[in-house]
């Protein structure tokens, strides 16, 4: 199946520092990547999709300035946390949808778990 | 988008099929239904998706009653390795809005 990397896979940051996370369609290309994020013991929220060429489009809530997310390749999204603090610290999973099929289904990475102290 | 409803937990034993139910009433004529699973600590693992027909592959089947508000995804053989959180998520084609929104999911727990 379709295979999605995400790195790195964890972080310890002090606050107040930005993190950069990676996440790469290997084997498609993906016009439209997603990123979640996910506490302990709760499902997954959905943060922004993530548009090739274009800008994000952040769910309600979401801080666009706190979260930058940049698409520049078809292959290739990242999410950027700027200055985080300790309530940033989560689990945070990107998505991939397979641009050359039309069914919508999306591939997960990893996740990278992230913690600011 | 569609609702769903899962129950919050399940157990089942080795050896016997998993039978996990998933509401959707208010789903509409073109959306889709998907389930994914996710192990702990790791990314949502899709299993299996359909509209209106019942489908089957290699990691599971897929049972969508005929006014398609309800669904039941089935592991036939469940293993340990079947713990996880399974999602199930209703949602259009690639057109018509890519999001997926998860629910709280079901914990399936397969006992030794």
Redesign the interface.
């Known amino acids: 199946?379709a295979v999605?990397s995400?790195h790195p896979s964890r972080v310890i940051c002090k606050s107040g520092t930005s993190v950069k996370i990676e996440c790469r369609s290997l084997d498609f290309q993906a016009t439209?990547m997603?990123w979640?994020r996910q506490f302990p013991k709760q499902?997954?929220?959905?943060m922004a999709?993530s548009n090739e060429g274009s800008k994000a489009t952040y769910e309600q809530g979401v801080e666009k300035d706190k979260f930058l997310i940049n698409h520049a390749s078809l292959t290739l999204s990242t999410l950027t946390v700027t200055s985080a603090h300790p309530e940033d610290s989560s689990?945070y999973?990107c998505?991939a949808?397979d641009l050359g099929?039309?069914?919508?289904?999306?591939?997960?990475?990893?996740?990278t778990?992230l913690s600011v102290l | 988008d569609a609702k769903t409803t899962q129950p919050p937990s399940m157990d089942c034993a080795e050896g016997r099929a998993a039978n996990l139910p998933c509401n959707h009433s208010t789903i509409s004529g073109n959306e889709?239904v998907?389930w994914?699973r996710?192990i702990h600590?790791?990314?949502?693992?899709?299993i299996i998706?359909g509209l209106k027909n019942n489908e089957t592959n290699e990691m599971a089947s897929l049972i969508i009653t005929e006014d398609r508000k309800s669904s039941t995804l089935i592991l036939p053989h469940a293993t340990l390795r079947d713990t996880a959180v399974y999602?199930c998520i209703v949602?259009?084609?690639?057109?018509t809005g890519?999001?997926?929104?998860?629910?709280?999911?079901t914990s399936l727990t397969v006992i030794p």
């Open positions: 199946g999605v995400q439209t997603f979640y499902s997954l929220m959905l999709t689990f999973i998505s949808r099929t039309a069914k919508n289904i999306q591939y997960f990475g990893a996740g778990r | 889709y998907y994914y996710q600590s790791q990314g949502p693992q899709y998706h999602y949602r259009g084609r690639a057109n890519n999001q997926f929104y998860f629910g709280t999911g």
